[in-house]
């Protein structure tokens, strides 16, 4: 992998996931992998509890283009209209917090609070971190990772995982999906490339 890569971020073939011993496999084996992708956060193999930090910093989340915090905007005031985002409709309500699968040794570890970010943290290990969501559209995974690449060098990933609600669901997850691969996810990419420079 070329330092010019690892530095932009980039979509990842589902493999990069799924062929990992991650500990969510066991946890959520009934959602779909919608997204896996590279973050641009060259480091060291002691480096992932700096990439936990940034994202619970909300460096992360300060970082994406106007047009991505816009089209977040829209998405939050269109759930509130429609009820999606309401009471009932999240965890521990419409669906039951994945926190009621995990391992006893994973219930010890929980991760940080998320005062900044809208996901509930699940575990935390040495090399990845795990994060909840629910509405009634979808219930979702967000999972980072610090993995090691082919030239011997260390990056984080994310992985999204969602098991939608419904019909609604999928027709939700089907609309979004272009505006996420051009508006959101690189400007993302580019928010935390640049948190994780300013923290080096």
Request: without cysteine.
């Amino acid at each position: 992998m070329t330092t010019t890569i690892s530095r932009t971020g980039h979509r990842l073939p589902p493999a990069a996931h799924t062929e990992q011993p991650w500990r969510i496999h066991d946890i959520a084996p009934d959602f779909d992998l919608e997204d896996v992708w590279a973050l641009p956060t060259p480091g060291g193999p002691d480096d992932f509890p700096r990439l936990v930090e940034r994202f619970v910093s909300g460096d992360v989340a300060d970082n994406p283009s106007w047009i991505a915090r816009t089209l977040f905007t829209v998405r939050w005031w269109i759930g509130g209209a429609l009820g999606w985002d309401g009471d009932g409709q999240g965890l521990d309500q419409r669906v039951a917090s994945l926190r009621e699968r995990l391992p006893a040794d994973l219930r010890v570890t929980p991760g940080p609070d998320l005062d900044r970010l809208p996901f509930r943290s699940l575990y935390l290990t040495d090399d990845e971190w795990a994060m909840e969501i629910a509405n009634s559209t979808v219930h979702a995974v967000s999972h980072l990772s610090w993995v090691r690449t082919r030239d011997g060098s260390y990056r984080g990933q994310m992985a999204v995982l969602v098991r939608p609600n419904g019909r609604l669901g999928e027709a939700y997850m089907a609309a979004i999906r272009p505006f996420r691969y051009v508006l959101v996810y690189p400007p993302l990419m580019r928010g935390i490339g640049a948190s994780w420079d300013a923290a080096t």
